[in-house]
C-alpha cells in the first residue's frame, strides 16, 4: 500500500481572520506577508476573509496600499500582481477603538453582513496582534459582546506572546481566557515553534536511528542552545524594559526548544501526545535552589561597543530605557534534566541582544572515545558535534574526525553538512505561515498548551526573582562582544566551552 504523504493542502473550512492591531508592526511585517504566500500557494479556504481592526482613521485603498508594501518588502516571495489581487478581495479594515467596550456590537454586526458576503458561516479567528496589557481587554470585550456565534463549527483565539509576566498573571489572564474560550481553541503563539528546523528536531531525532539510538547521557556529553542576536531593542525599549531576556527569550522561546531536544518519543504525532511528552521534561527539570541560582545562572546587559566597525549605544542610552535600568539583555544558564535519559548531561543555553554575533544553534556534544588506540597525547580530536542550525540560515550539520591525508599520521575533523538549499528542501516556509494554516485547520501541536507554559514559569519566575533581588553591577558586557565573561567561566569550570 502507498504511505500516505502528509502534504500541505488546502484547507476545506471557511473563516474570518480577525486581526486585532491591524495596523501594527506584527501585522505589517509577519501576518499579512503570511497571508499572501498562503494564498500564493492556493492554501486557503476558499470562503475566508481576514478584518484588520485598528484605531487609526483609514480609507480601504489607502490600508490595502500599506499592506501591499508591506508585502513587497517583507514577504520571502516576489510580488505578484495576480496574488495581490486575490488578497485585496478578502482584506478590509474595521476602525474601532477595542479598549472601549461599547464599541464590540458594532464590530459584532459588521460581522454579520461581512460574513454573509464571503460565506464564512460564522466561524472566527480573534487574533491578539497587540500589546500584552491589551490581551485580557479584548477577552473581555468580546465576551461582552456577541461575538462568539454557538452555530458556528468553531470561534479560536490567538494570543502573542508574552503570556503573562509571571506565572501568577499568567493564571489570570489563562482563567479570564478560558472564560470565553475552552482550551482547545486557544491557540498560544510561541513563533520558534513554526521554524521548519524547529520542526526539524523531532524528524532527525525520531527519523534516524543512528542519532535516537545515542540520544541519550551515555552518549552526550552536553547540549548547548544559542539565540544570540546582533539587533539591539530597537524601538522596543518600553516593553524591554519590562520584559527582559528572560520573558522575552528563556520562558517562551528557549524552553521550548529545549522540550523539544529533551522529550521522549511520543507514542504518535498527534497534538496532545507530543505536548504531553514536552511537558514532562519542563517538569524534570532540576530543583532551582539557591546554589544552583549562584552557580549556574548569569545574567548581562549590554554597554556600548562596536558592531561591524560601528559604534551602536549601551542598552541604558536606547530609546524608552532608564538609564539606571537592571533589565536584562543576556542570559546564561546550565542546567539539568532529571530523569533516566539525561541524567548526569548538562544543558548550556546562552541568549542575547547586542552580542557579536547573530545565531540560532543546537550543539549536541557527543562523548569522546577512550582514547587507547589514537592516544589522546599525540592526536587532536575533536568530540563529535551535531549542530541544528536555524539562523541565519537553516541546516545540520555533522562533525566527525577522519585521517588527515596531508600528514603522515594525523587526525583531522571533517564536516557534513546540509543546507536550507538542500535538493527538495525547496524555499523555507515563514514560521508564520505554518502557525496561521494549522490555526485555521485547527491544529495546536505547534502552540503551547497551558500546563506547558505554567511549567515554564515556575522555572523563569524563580530566575527573574533572583535577578531582581540581586543588585546588579550592569553593564557588564560591551556591545559586538559574546556576553560577560562569566558566561565562558560557567563551561571552562566544567572543562568545556562554547563551540
Ligand atoms: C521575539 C522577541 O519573540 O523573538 C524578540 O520578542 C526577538 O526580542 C525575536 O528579537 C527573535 O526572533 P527571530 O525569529 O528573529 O529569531
Given at each position: 500500500m502507498e504511505a500516505r504523504k502528509p502534504e500541505m493542502v488546502k484547507i476545506d473550512l471557511s473563516g474570518v481572520f480577525i486581526i486585532?492591531?491591524?495596523?501594527g508592526d506584527l501585522t505589517n511585517r509577519k501576518l499579512m506577508p503570511a497571508v499572501y504566500n498562503l494564498i500564493r500557494d492556493g492554501l486557503?479556504?476558499?470562503?475566508f476573509a481576514v478584518l484588520a481592526v485598528g484605531r487609526k482613521d483609514k480609507t480601504q485603498e489607502g490600508y490595502k496600499e500599506e499592506i501591499k508594501n508591506s508585502i513587497i518588502k517583507y514577504s520571502r516571495n516576489e510580488f505578484h500582481e495576480e496574488v495581490w489581487k486575490k488578497m485585496e478581495q478578502i482584506v478590509t479594515y474595521f476602525k474601532m477603538n477595542?479598549?472601549?467596550?461599547?464599541?464590540y456590537h458594532m464590530l459584532s454586526e459588521f460581522l454579520e453582513s461581512y460574513e454573509m458576503n464571503f460565506k464564512t458561516n460564522g466561524n472566527r479567528i480573534f487574533y491578539?496582534?497587540?500589546?500584552?496589557?491589551?490581551f485580557e481587554t479584548i477577552i473581555h470585550g468580546i465576551q461582552g459582546?456577541?461575538?462568539?456565534?454557538?452555530?458556528?463549527?468553531y470561534n479560536r483565539v490567538v494570543i502573542e506572546k508574552?503570556?503573562?509576566?509571571d506565572l501568577l498573571t499568567a493564571r489570570s489572564l489563562n482563567k479570564k481566557i478560558l472564560q470565553v474560550f475552552p482550551e482547545k481553541s486557544i491557540y498560544r503563539i510561541d513563533h520558534y515553534l513554526g521554524k521548519e528546523m524547529i520542526q526539524n528536531i523531532l524528524v532527525l531525532r525520531f527519523c534516524n536511528f543512528i542519532f535516537e539510538s545515542v540520544w541519550n547521557s551515555k552518549y552526550i556529553d552536553n547540549i548547548q542552545i544559542t539565540l544570540s542576536e546582533?539587533?539591539?531593542v530597537e524601538s522596543r525599549g518600553a516593553y524591554y524594559e519590562k520584559s527582559g531576556a528572560m520573558r522575552d527569550m528563556v520562558q517562551n522561546h528557549i524552553l521550548q526548544i529545549l522540550s523539544l531536544i529533551a522529550m521522549?518519543?511520543?507514542?504518535?504525532?498527534k497534538m496532545d501526545s507530543i505536548r504531553n511528552e514536552k511537558l514532562k521534561v519542563l517538569e524534570a527539570m532540576e530543583e532551582i535552589t539557591d546554589k544552583f541560582l549562584e552557580e549556574n545562572v548569569i545574567f548581562g546587559q549590554y554597554g556600548s561597543g562596536e558592531l561591524e566597525g560601528i559604534l551602536v549605544p549601551g542598552y541604558r542610552e536606547e530609546?524608552?530605557?532608564?538609564?539606571q535600568s537592571e533589565t536584562e539583555t543576556f542570559v546564561g544558564l546550565k542546567l539539568h534534566i532529571d530523569n533516566f535519559r539525561w541524567a548526569g548531561t548538562p544543558f548550556y543555553i546562552r541568549t542575547g541582544k547586542r552580542m557579536g554575533q547573530q545565531s540560532g544553534e543546537i550543539v549536541i556534544q557527543f562523548k569522546e572515545m577512550p582514547?587507547?588506540?589514537?592516544y589522546k597525547d599525540v592526536y587532536e580530536q575533536t568530540p563529535n558535534l551535531l549542530c541544528i542550525k536555524f539562523q541565519p540560515g537553516n541546516g545540520v550539520r555533522f562533525s566527525f574526525n577522519t585521517k588527515?591525508?596531508?600528514?603522515h599520521n594525523g587526525i583531522v575533523a571533517t564536516q557534513m553538512e546540509t543546507g536550507?538549499?538542500?535538493?527538495?528542501?525547496?524555499?523555507t516556509p515563514e514560521a508564520y505561515e505554518r502557525l496561521i494554516y494549522d490555526i485555521i485547520r485547527g491544529d495546536g501541536t505547534l502552540f503551547s498548551r497551558w500546563d506547558e507554559v505554567e511549567a515554564a514559569w515556575s522555572v523563569a519566575d524563580k530566575l527573574i526573582q533572583y535577578r531582581e533581588q540581586k543588585k546588579s553591577r550592569f553593564p557588564n558586557y560591551r556591545a559586538?562582544?559574546?556576553?560577560?565573561?562569566r558566561a565562558q567561566e560557567l563551561l571552562m569550570k566544567d572543562g568545556r566551552k562554547w563551540w
Open positions: 486585532f492591531g491591524g495596523t486557503l479556504p476558499e470562503h477595542f479598549t472601549d467596550s461599547g464599541q491578539l496582534a497587540v500589546a500584552p496589557e491589551f459582546s456577541n461575538l462568539i456565534l454557538s452555530t458556528a463549527n508574552p503570556f503573562g509576566k546582533t539587533l539591539g521522549e518519543p511520543p507514542v504518535n504525532l530609546k524608552n530605557v532608564d538609564q582514547g587507547v588506540l589514537y588527515d591525508f596531508s600528514v536550507g538549499n538542500t535538493p527538495g528542501q525547496g524555499n559586538g562582544t559574546m556576553g560577560p565573561e
